[in-house]
Every structure is written in structure tokens, then in C-alpha cells.
């Protein structure tokens, strides 16, 4: 397991730890580097430091670490030989570091890594149905005027009817007369289909919003 592994393990649910072993020169640095790991973490995603002592890395830290699927970190102190051939022959990572917060930083982002994408929405636009026709292959499209920004071709569409949202999924068609477009803009008409909706009426609203995952970081 590498630091790298993380986020994809994070993101495909299998992973909220991520587990550590430390080594270092001395007992004061030790403690500093753990104590300022712990305090990185947030209730999503977090260190477990699964064991912390004094000296090189040997085969035993090595063990530990397969067992627990942890990266081994040492400060100011190197594996030993025999420590080195044991952990490339079982894929364990070994990081090695002299100064703390290049350790902090590196942890850091691989947690960062871990926190699932935060989802920001941005409504593009509304538009009136004021008519509806029934197409051979393409089901119900709505004669619409935009009242308010634009359709996306791309985006995602929220039927609204008497206030209420009775139907979210994405806009599966988009025309202008018979011409397919990427998007229309306020004050024009055109057809727009809603992927799986064929009951849209006269009088509702079609509220077209886009989605976009940002990485989020602890902060």
C-alpha cells in the first residue's frame, strides 16, 4: 500500500484511516511528529498510527506494517537492509523524512486525497413549458420559452410543477426549430427533453443546473 493508494481506496468506499508506523532518531521526535499528524485529520478521514517507536526500520516495523496496510515513516533514521529487501518484496512504502512538515504536508495530502469531492451546484437557467409533443423514439419534449439564463445540452434538469420539484434527472434533448444545439439562451424558444419524463404539462417550470465535484482539502 503507498500514500498514492489512498484516495482511490477512499473514493471506492473501502477506506476512512489511514494507517501509520513511525520510526525515529529519539523519543521527542517521535511524539512531535505523531502528535502533529493526529491533529490533521477530520471526523471523514483520519491517521491511525498503528505503532511509533525508537531506531532504524527493521523487518519487524516491516511486518507490522503489511499486517496493518500501513506506510512506514521514519525521521531522521533509514531501513535497515534486510528491512528494505522485505518491503519491496511485499509492496510496503517506506518514507523517510528529516524535517517534520514535509512529512505533515505529504500525509496531508494524501488525506486530502481521501475526502470525497465536494458538489457544487449552479442553476443555469429556467424555462416555461408552454407546449408538449409526443416523438416516435424521443418520448415527451416540452415547447418552452427561456425566461431566465440558458439551457445546457449537458446539464441536469428539475421539473418543477406548483412550486414543488417532482422529477430531477438530465436533459436528454435539446432543439431549436430542428436543429440540435448546445444550449439556448434567454428569450428564445426551443424543445427540450428530460431523460425518463414523459409527464411533463403546460405550466411547468424546467430549472436546468449544472454539477461540479471540486477536490476539498482539511481546511
Same mark, same amino acid.
Given at each position: 500500500?503507498?500514500?498514492g493508494?489512498f484516495?482511490?481506496?477512499?473514493?471506492?468506499g473501502k477506506?476512512?484511516?489511514l494507517?501509520?508506523v513511525?520510526?525515529?532518531?529519539v523519543?521527542?521526535? $517521535?511524539?512531535?511528529l505523531?502528535? !502533529? /499528524? =493526529?491533529?490533521i485529520?477530520?471526523? +471523514?478521514?483520519?491517521?491511525?498510527?498503528?505503532?511509533?517507536?525508537?531506531?532504524a526500520?527493521?523487518?519487524?516495523?516491516?511486518?507490522?506494517?503489511?499486517?496493518?496496510?500501513?506506510v512506514?515513516?521514519g525521521?531522521?533514521?533509514?531501513p535497515?537492509t534486510?528491512?528494505?529487501?522485505?518491503?519491496?518484496r511485499e509492496?510496503?512504502e517506506?518514507?523517510?523524512?528529516?524535517?517534520?512538515?514535509?512529512? $505533515?504536508?505529504?500525509?496531508?495530502? !494524501? /488525506? =486530502?486525497?481521501m475526502?470525497?469531492? +465536494?458538489?457544487?451546484?449552479?442553476?443555469e437557467?429556467?424555462a416555461?413549458?408552454?407546449?408538449?409533443?409526443?416523438?416516435?423514439?424521443?418520448?415527451?419534449?416540452?415547447?418552452?420559452?427561456?425566461?431566465?439564463?440558458?439551457?445546457?445540452?449537458?446539464g441536469?434538469?428539475r421539473?418543477i410543477r406548483?412550486?414543488?420539484?417532482i422529477?430531477d434527472?438530465?436533459?436528454?434533448?435539446?432543439?431549436?426549430f430542428?436543429?440540435?444545439?448546445?444550449?439556448?439562451? =434567454?428569450?428564445?424558444e426551443?424543445?427540450?427533453?428530460?431523460?425518463n419524463?414523459n409527464d411533463?404539462?403546460?405550466?411547468?417550470?424546467?430549472?436546468?443546473?449544472?454539477?461540479?465535484?471540486?477536490?476539498?482539502?482539511l481546511?
Amino acid at each position: 500500500v503507498s500514500l498514492g493508494d489512498f484516495g482511490a481506496l477512499a473514493a471506492a468506499g473501502k477506506l476512512s484511516t489511514l494507517p501509520l508506523v513511525i520510526k525515529g532518531d529519539v523519543d521527542g521526535s $517521535v511524539q512531535a511528529l505523531s502528535d !502533529a /499528524l =493526529e491533529q490533521i485529520g477530520t471526523d +471523514e478521514v483520519q491517521v491511525d498510527i498503528v505503532h511509533r517507536g525508537v531506531g532504524a526500520v527493521n523487518e519487524s516495523d516491516v511486518l507490522l506494517a503489511q499486517t496493518a496496510g500501513a506506510v512506514i515513516l521514519g525521521f531522521s533514521v533509514r531501513p535497515q537492509t534486510a528491512a528494505r529487501q522485505s518491503a519491496d518484496r511485499e509492496g510496503v512504502e517506506i518514507r523517510v523524512y528529516d524535517v517534520i512538515y514535509e512529512a $505533515v504536508d505529504e500525509i496531508t495530502a !494524501a /488525506l =486530502e486525497g481521501m475526502l470525497a469531492p +465536494e458538489r457544487r451546484e449552479t442553476v443555469e437557467g429556467t424555462a416555461e413549458v408552454r407546449e408538449t409533443f409526443k416523438i416516435t423514439k424521443l418520448g415527451t419534449i416540452a415547447g418552452c420559452y427561456i425566461s431566465e439564463g440558458r439551457m445546457d445540452r449537458k446539464g441536469h434538469a428539475r421539473i418543477i410543477r406548483d412550486g414543488i420539484v417532482i422529477y430531477d434527472s438530465e436533459v436528454s434533448s435539446l432543439k431549436r426549430f430542428k436543429d440540435d444545439v448546445k444550449e439556448v439562451r =434567454e428569450g428564445f424558444e426551443c424543445g427540450i427533453g428530460v431523460k425518463n419524463f414523459n409527464d411533463v404539462k403546460v405550466g411547468d417550470l424546467i430549472e436546468c443546473y449544472t454539477v461540479q465535484e471540486v477536490a476539498r482539502t482539511l481546511n
